[in-house]
């Protein structure tokens, strides 16, 4: 089970890595910049904004969705056993 736990740790500290990397690399890059972009690099800039906006958007209502879902299915049962007797 240790062998197991530090794997976990492992992985997350890994994944926390790989994200901030990935976060940040932009920054470095001049093309990136908002104020740098004209014409076709702000569209593409906005059209990138929009689908990372998205994509967060989509992960917090589907994490919302799986916790609500957990908690009506109680709630439905309560309420089938009330409406038998």
């Given amino acids: ?8 740790i492992g992985c ?3 994944l926390l890595v790989l994200t901030l990397g ?8 001049k093309w990136f910049q908002m104020d ?3 014409g ?3 569209r593409v800039l ?8 998205g994509v967060f958007l989509g992960a917090g209502l589907m ?3 799986a916790e609500a879902l957990e908690g009506i299915e109680s709630e439905i ?4 056993v009330q409406y038998r007797k």
């Avoid at 906005?46 to 990372?52: A, I, Q, R």
């Fill in 22 to 29: 990935c976060g940040l690399t932009p920054i470095c890059f």
């Fill in 63 to 65: 994490h919302m969705t």
């Fill in 12 to 14: 997350l500290l890994a």
């Fill in 46 to 53: 906005s059209l990138l904004g929009c689908v990372s906006a």
């Fill in 1 to 8: 089970m240790e062998v197991l736990l530090g794997v976990k």
């Fill in 40 to 42: 076709r690099h702000y």
């Fill in 77 to 80: 049962e309560k309420f089938v």
């Fill in 36 to 38: 740098a972009a004209t």
